[in-house]
């Protein structure tokens, strides 16, 4: 069975409602916890990293703005990821962001996809 890839445009849009939910808590809690959010740069980092790295892992498979956008994560073999490779595909997204330009001229998936043993693919 045949599977699509997901798009340049897929992963972008994800990252973008993913990117402004993400957004939208600091506001919150600026604004109605009366706090400086970048008082506290490391829980946000860390709260980063969990959303990026567990939701992926997690029975979800995808962050929110993947489910918006139904795409989802899936191994070399078509199954659900775990956390490992999840993690380690998002260190290698942040290291090699260069590669997204792999994307742009519709390679899928791109080289550190490949090198995490990570797909992401399009869902109905």
Do not use: C
């Not at 919150?28 to 706090?35: E, G, N, Q, T």
């Not at 992926?56 to 659900?80: C, F, H, W």
């Amino acid at each position: 069975r045949s599977i699509k890839y997901a798009t340049f445009l897929d992963r972008v849009a994800a990252f973008l409602l993913d990117l402004g939910l993400l957004l939208l808590i600091s506001r919150f809690l600026l604004v109605m916890i009366d706090i400086n959010v970048w008082d506290y740069w490391y829980i946000i980092i860390a709260a980063v990293l969990l959303y990026f790295i567990f939701l992926p892992s997690s029975e979800m498979q995808a962050t929110i703005g993947m489910r918006l956008t139904n795409i989802r994560y899936v191994n070399d073999k078509r199954r659900d990821i775990t956390t490992f490779p999840a993690a380690f595909h998002f260190l290698l997204s942040l290291v090699l962001f260069p590669a997204l330009i792999q994307l742009l001229s519709q390679l899928k998936p791109v080289f550190y996809d490949k090198l995490a043993k990570v797909q992401i693919i399009k869902v109905k």
